[in-house]
């Protein structure tokens, strides 16, 4: 039997409006006051001496600057697109990201076509445009930053809000907290920025996780030992109705270890877990996956199942020694039902990189993730800009028990050319096997992909 949302709500132990987490009507924690608190807690700002500055928390920084330990007027050295106010700076930003896409099909996949009632033409579609504000302010007591972020999203040809809220440093708990709308934390590339990403695409695995969420997310590193911690609470109150809220509440946590850090060498081992945990929205959940093609419909898909409780958990490494990288990570979804069958969903990835041009690609300890990638003399410099050959491989699978949402897997070659530090220009090609409707059809894709990053 199927619970109303009210019934939803008071089984999650009654979540009210401006209430971080799921409480009793006379103990419920407001947001507001939780964020006041930590402002106010004593701190020197100028003893918070990281050189990571964040802007939200997707591996966006901004670029300390004399100003940052020293108030004075000192505006030439900030971004062409950064502004300073008496209070407060302003940075304004944009994206845009389009892909083509052509496709070669066999016959037992184009049957497997037809069943599902999908069409799969040649086209180019917009996949997002974005627009970026934000800024720190600076006369805080301690580091506080707001962004607020707009995107239209090409898919579904609508425009919503993206990540938008307060970082707050927090060097008392060596890291920092961010209130409002952002990524949950669960995996390294789905909390990476969209635009710098390794791959055209996010694994399939990781589509059950929320790509937002509206909450409470701390983000600490520890640099004696050096290990991290992630953790979040996030709930629907603001975003119910939003395509990316599928659960009434969740908690995310992500823990990890630098076995090797050494920046003189460029060499990184990143070992880390993640776990979700959550109610899914009105007892109930769909998966649905596209094959890492955003002009691509959803090729494997459940339909929707009972489902009272979610529990994901997942494991991730990384290593990455100057030009080159390799890293995996494996997820597993499950699902638990009171009225009927438990169900569990696995899928996970392997990617290869290697720049040509002997760039390196970033890491940061403010979210653990890998950032953008510089580019050292551009095209229109006279240089090669940044060449990046990439070999990914994953697999999804939504067979289990009486659900057979099918299985695909996909091995995609790539290269990702950075003309310069804002256009970046991929040449994919993907080779796809769907195991549906008890046969197995293989499909070629051959995608290009034009971005522009001004963030």
């Not at 055209?200 to 050096?226: C, F, H, T, V, W």
């Not at 020694?321 to 009171?338: A, D, P, R």
């Not at 990439?390 to 999804?396: A, E, G, I, N, R």
């Amino acid at each position: 039997m199927q619970l109303s949302s009210n019934e939803n709500k008071k089984a999650a132990g009654d979540t009210f409006p401006g209430c971080l987490f799921p409480c009793k009507k006379h103990s419920m924690i407001p947001l507001w006051s939780l964020t006041l608190l930590l402002y106010l807690l004593p701190c020197i700002v100028h003893a918070q001496k990281d050189t990571l500055l964040p802007n939200g928390t997707d591996g966006l920084l901004f670029t300390p600057r004399a100003a940052d330990t020293v108030f004075i007027d000192k505006k030439s050295d900030l971004a062409a697109n950064e502004f300073e106010g008496k209070y407060a700076t302003f940075r304004i930003g944009m994206g845009y990201i389009g892909d083509f896409t052509g496709y070669s099909q066999d016959k037992v996949f184009k049957q497997q076509m037809d069943s599902a009632g999908l069409d799969l033409s040649p086209h180019y579609q917009t996949r997002d445009f974005r627009i970026l504000g934000s800024g720190r302010f600076l006369k805080s007591k301690r580091y506080l930053a707001y962004k607020f972020a707009y995107m239209y999203d090409g898919d579904k040809k609508v425009w919503m809000i993206r990540e938008t809220g307060l970082t707050i440093g927090v060097p008392e708990l060596k890291g920092n907290i961010f209130v409002g709308r952002t990524k949950e934390g669960f995996s390294m590339i789905k909390v990476m920025n969209g635009h710098s990403g390794l791959t055209n695409e996010r694994q399939m695995a990781l589509d059950p996780a929320p790509i937002l969420a509206d909450g409470i997310k701390y983000m600490g590193y520890y640099p004696k030992s050096r290990t991290f911690l992630n953790l979040g609470y996030f709930n629907d109150v603001l975003s119910k109705g939003q395509s990316f809220s599928t659960f009434s509440w969740q908690w995310v946590a992500r823990a990890g270890w630098l076995p090797i850090y050494n920046k003189e060498n460029n060499s990184i081992l990143h070992i880390a877990g993640e776990i979700q945990y959550g109610k899914p929205l009105n007892d109930q959940f769909t998966i649905k996956s596209r094959p890492e093609s955003n002009p691509t419909p959803q090729l494997i898909n459940t339909g929707a199942f009972a489902a009272d409780k979610n529990f994901t958990y997942g494991g991730e490494i990384y290593y990455r020694t100057n030009s080159f990288m390799i890293g995996s990570e494996v997820i597993s979804h499950n699902f638990y039902s009171k009225s009927t069958t438990n169900h569990q969903f696995n899928g996970g990835d392997v990617v290869v990189s290697y720049f040509f041009t002997k760039d390196v690609r970033p890491y940061n300890t403010i979210g653990n993730i890998f950032g953008f990638v510089p580019v050292e003399k551009s095209v229109f410099k006279g240089g090669w800009g940044e060449i990046e050959g990439v070999l990914h491989v994953s697999t999804f699978n939504l067979n289990d028990k009486d659900i057979q949402g099918g299985q695909f897997t996909r091995i995609t070659p790539m290269v990702n050319w950075y003309l310069t530090k804002a256009l970046r220009w991929e040449l994919v090609y993907g080779y796809g096997i769907l195991k549906r409707y008890g046969v197995t059809g293989h499909v070629q894709f051959f995608e290009t992909r034009f971005q522009i990053t001004l963030m």
